[in-house]
């Protein structure tokens, strides 16, 4: 069935109001009616990709295309990291052909009118969303964020949607817009004591891993956990699985008050326990680790709270000449962090701040220096393995900084 448009929807289709927003809403029609949407739904924010890790030549040209044709955004619109750090990507060895169609990519989206914020945690950018307003954003646990912990509403939107939904202000009606579809599945008990910031992290994979795509229902995280802790929750959960929106019971907006599950009964129930988390602990560390090169946490970025606490624990240690410490943050958090003197120590004791890119999407360089790696972050243990061929070791941030530290 054709999409019903408003007015002004069918003035950008008639490109009325320029070649970008025509092709925009021709390309979301495209994709929106197969998936039975029947109308569009206004948007406050987009969460867009400009990784050239990930969109390669196909979504360096794509950008290029909609910039040519006097594209522009119509809300906020903020981006995913870069694949290199902007600073420093010269003097780490980064290939040079391939900074210069990530910068190519850059120069694409600031002509686009994105924000120059490169990070996966846009919620502490100042790209914040209210409970029940609709957005448009791309990357897992972002998406996951604003959907669970923030209450707005979004679909996993795919790189080259969000875009054109950047510069219409609109994207097609269907799944976590509507809300039937944003009812609790699965139901989830948590019963392994008081949980530390590791263990967020591996609860987030064990539900991943079991409910696949289901939307579960949370008992027993504690009012007290911090954004942090949910922030790695979501992201494992949707790197195990492919989980976009999960309630906290008594904790996350949409479970505060009555029945998540709305009456309905859980299609599957199980008890994370302290010995599961254990096992899934270890089942995350790869078989042969060597000695630890490297040290990373940030994944998604650090926060300013999160810095703080690895400040703490360096102090009176320095990072080990044969081995690296790196912390992928924002530019904000890096920038306060310097201004209260902890960046500062941090560099002087050995740390690289890795501002405003991700491991993930872009090569590790070093020419086979690092062999392998510690992390805190769940979602790092499951990808990095694969994406990077390295060993990795999944353990708590304590003992990643005595991993990679001695004492000064
Ligand atoms: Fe962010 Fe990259 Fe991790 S986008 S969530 S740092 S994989």
Redesign the pocket.
């Known amino acids: 069935m054709a999409m019903k448009l408003t007015p002004y929807e069918q003035e950008m289709l008639d490109g009325k109001h320029g070649e970008a927003k025509q092709f925009a809403m021709r390309a979301m029609i495209k994709i929106g009616e197969p998936l039975g949407a029947e109308e569009f739904v206004e948007v406050v924010s987009v969460q867009a990709m400009a990784h050239f890790g990930s969109l390669h030549i196909a979504g360096r040209d794509y950008m290029r295309k909609l910039a040519c044709m006097g594209g522009k955004c119509c809300v906020p619109c903020t981006q995913?990291?870069a694949s290199i750090p902007w600073d420093t990507w010269e003097e780490m060895g980064y290939d040079r052909e391939y900074a210069a169609n990530q910068m190519d990519l850059c120069k694409s989206v600031m002509q686009l009118g994105e924000y120059h914020a490169w990070s996966?945690t846009p919620y502490v950018q100042g790209n914040v969303p209210r409970v029940g307003q609709n957005v448009a954003w791309a990357?897992s646990?972002a998406v996951s964020y604003a959907n669970s912990v923030l209450g707005a509403r979004t679909n996993r939107t795919p790189a080259g949607l969000a875009v054109c939904a950047a510069l219409t202000g609109r994207i097609p009606k269907f799944g976590l817009y509507f809300d039937e579809n944003r009812k609790a599945q699965v139901k989830v008990v948590v019963d392994a004591g008081e949980l530390s910031d590791l263990d967020y992290n591996t609860i987030g994979i064990i539900i991943g891993k079991r409910v696949g795509n289901y939307i579960p229902a949370i008992y027993g995280i504690p009012a007290s956990t911090t954004n942090e802790n949910l922030k790695y929750l979501g992201?494992c959960a949707a790197s195990s699985g492919s989980v976009a929106l999960w309630h906290a019971v008594g904790v996350t907006p949409e479970a505060l008050h009555g029945d998540p599950f709305e009456g309905r009964e859980p299609v599957m129930e199980f008890t994370i326990t302290r010995e599961m988390l254990t096992e899934t602990e270890k089942s995350l560390c790869t078989k042969n680790p060597g000695e630890v090169d490297l040290y990373v946490t940030?994944?998604?970025?650090s926060s300013v709270a999160e810095i703080v606490k690895l400040h703490e624990l360096m102090k009176g240690r320095r990072v080990r000449k044969d081995k690296d410490m790196w912390i992928?943050t924002t530019a904000e958090a890096c920038n306060m962090m310097r201004r209260s003197g902890v960046v500062g120590e941090l560099e002087a004791a050995g740390v690289r701040m890795m501002v405003q890119t991700?491991l993930?999407?872009s090569p590790l360089v070093g020419n086979g220096k690092y062999k392998t790696l510690i992390t805190d972050s769940g979602?790092n243990a499951s990808?990095l393995p694969s994406e990077h061929g390295i060993e990795l070791i999944y353990a708590s941030m304590e003992k990643c900084v005595e991993a990679v530290t001695e004492p000064v």
């Open positions: 995913d990291p996966c990357e646990s992201a940030g994944c998604p970025h992928f991700c993930v999407i979602k990808y």
